[in-house]
């Protein structure tokens, strides 16, 4: 097969604020540097050298970019409609459905091995082992000792490894990150790359496991070995996209590698297009990493006019040369609509995380954008639901959780001023969202007890204020809310003991003894009356004294007003 570089124009014209240079060994290999060759004549930079490059050869029609053989359609696991991929894996899991799981892993291993177009499905497995719980944790571990000669549990508890170690580290930039922070991501990695190498003992063949080590490489500053694991890994799936893309992210300058070195496989990868056109994609990540330095220094619209300008220049080629089905690398979309959501460019940026999860349902991160995207337009029906799924994926993410918190109190407030219009169906409605987003949230319930009081929905009102009284007993509001909805169908004697329990556990709350008062006065029991609000004064009650003068009034005999 010719070597057809598909990709080298592109490069050209991106890297030009590189300052790159280009030149070919004497062995034929190309080089990539920002500095010219020690012993050669210097050439233009890269941006200035598209008449030097052999023409490229057009490609044939390929139609297997988005194939997949029946070994991977088989994967599908038929446990509930509508699930995403790794609720289902960890189902099975939670389920001690152990068997199931080594065999679901293996069959997607080997489908990535017998057709490379199926290899991302096996990454998205192995995303169901994402959680940083010590309970998941746990079931990893029991899995491990009940299958300590499978390597897939090895692996899975790896990625989990991987993921807590990043969680310890944070997201900050390694200058903002402490060397605490660090020694425990450190910790975790070790951990996963020690799971790692247990596996390949068990399966030298797992290609899995190679990404793996990859993605596990960012704690050391080892290239030498990061190299060594890469070439193991390509000998494996010699066209492997997976494998080159962990490699190009690691290799990013930022985290101490090369851009020389990351255009060296995109241009060695070439030849092995025809086998795997989602190669062409590869040169999407040189053009992020640009993009991302231009977007940590505030230039959105740089950062921008870098991944469109320079994508649209992969797909046309790509269109050019017979690969017009291949797709978009999800999380490029990803990042393309994270930029267009800081530029406020709020409906192209939900473009792109619809493309992002179109690649791949299975990422919270993309659920989570969105939902952040759909609360800035006021649509808080998609925020919510897809801040549910991004939960659903992943429920101790502390942003997801912080802006849970900020959800719900918007989407209460939203309701508040619906019910304030007397637009009690669309207040329902949106407190409705947020019990959705937590049902236990006890304010929300609240709110939608009083809803249901304006609806006349007493039943409904009271199972509300009930749940929030059962998850907090000494919660006063929601016996004072309790108090609103019995009034309306005036169970007076179920108020009284309703404020008799709370006073049971908060004996010094004038409030209680002075709402209690009220209660009994409707009651007629004024003696009671009287007694409770005695004890409100005594606690301080600002407006005991004056009922507690007009109870008394009425117990000596005075006519009731």
Excluded: C
Excluded at 159 to 172: C, I
Excluded at 320 to 330: I, P, S, W
Excluded at 421 to 449: C, E, G, M
Aim: positive net charge; aromatic residues 10%.
């Amino acid at each position: 097969m010719k070597h057809r570089i598909l990709v080298i124009t592109l490069l050209f014209s991106t890297l030009a604020q590189a300052k790159m240079y280009q030149w070919v060994d004497d062995k034929g290999r190309a080089h990539f540097s920002d500095k010219p060759p020690a012993v050669a004549i210097e050439k233009p930079s890269i941006s200035k050298s598209a008449e030097n490059v052999k023409e490229i050869n057009k490609y044939s029609s390929h139609s297997s970019s988005n194939s997949s053989n029946s070994a991977s359609k088989s994967l599908v696991i038929d446990l509930e409609s509508n699930s995403l991929l790794v609720l289902q894996v960890r189902k099975l899991l939670k389920k001690k459905k152990y068997q199931e799981l080594n065999n679901l892993l293996d069959q997607a291993q080997v489908a990535a091995l017998d057709d490379v177009s199926a290899e991302e499905n096996l990454l998205q497995l192995y995303q169901a082992f994402s959680l940083t719980s010590e309970a998941f944790e746990q079931q990893l571990n029991e899995w491990v000792n009940t299958y300590p000669a499978s390597y897939q549990p090895f692996l899975a508890r790896a990625r989990y490894f991987q993921v807590k170690g990043w969680r310890a580290r944070g997201t900050k930039w390694g200058s903002e990150t402490s060397d605490k922070q660090k020694s425990k991501m450190k910790i975790y990695i070790s951990k996963a790359q020690a799971d790692i190498k247990k596996a390949l003992n068990r399966n030298p063949s797992s290609s899995m496991a190679y990404v793996l080590l990859i993605q596990g490489s960012y704690a050391s500053s080892d290239f030498n070995e990061l190299d060594n694991i890469f070439k193991k890994g390509i000998k494996i799936s010699p066209a492997s996209y997976e494998l080159r893309q962990s490699y190009l992210r690691r290799q990013r300058p930022r985290w101490g590698g090369s851009l020389e070195r990351m255009l060296e496989v995109i241009v060695e990868s070439e030849k092995l297009i025809d086998q795997n056109p989602r190669l062409i994609n590869l040169t999407s990540w040189v053009l992020e990493d640009i993009a991302l330095s231009q977007y940590g220094s505030g230039s959105y619209t740089l950062a921008k006019e870098t991944l469109s300008k320079g994508l649209l220049k992969v797909k046309n080629s790509a269109i050019q040369h017979g690969y017009a089905d291949v797709k978009e690398d999800h999380f490029i979309s990803y990042r393309q609509g994270k930029i267009e959501m800081r530029l406020e460019n709020y409906n192209a940026a939900l473009n792109f995380f619809a493309l992002a999860i179109k690649g791949n349902e299975n990422v919270a991160d993309y659920y989570y954008e969105r939902s952040r995207v759909y609360e800035e337009l006021n649509d808080y029906a998609k925020s919510t639901r897809d801040l549910v799924t991004a939960l659903a994926i992943d429920p101790l993410d502390e942003h997801y959780i912080t802006f849970k918190k900020r959800l719900i109190n918007n989407l209460n407030y939203a309701s508040y001023e619906a019910k304030s219009n007397v637009k009690l169906t669309k207040a329902l409605q949106l407190v409705n969202f947020s019990l959705q987003l937590d049902p236990n949230h006890i304010k929300s319930l609240r709110r939608r007890s009083y809803i249901y009081i304006d609806k006349r929905q007493i039943s409904q009102a009271k199972a509300d204020m009930d749940k929030a009284i059962e998850l907090d007993l000494s919660d006063y509001d929601s016996y004072k809310g309790m108090d609103d909805v019995l009034l309306m169908e005036r169970r007076f004697e179920e108020v009284a003991t309703y404020w008799g329990q709370y006073i049971a556990l908060k004996p010094n709350d004038s409030r209680a003894f002075f709402e209690r008062a009220g209660t009994y006065y409707h009651m007629k029991r004024i003696d009671l009356a009287v007694k409770d609000a005695r004890r409100a004064v005594t606690l301080g009650h600002p407006n005991a004294a004056e009922s507690l003068d007009y109870y008394e009034r009425l117990l000596i005999g005075g006519a009731r007003r």
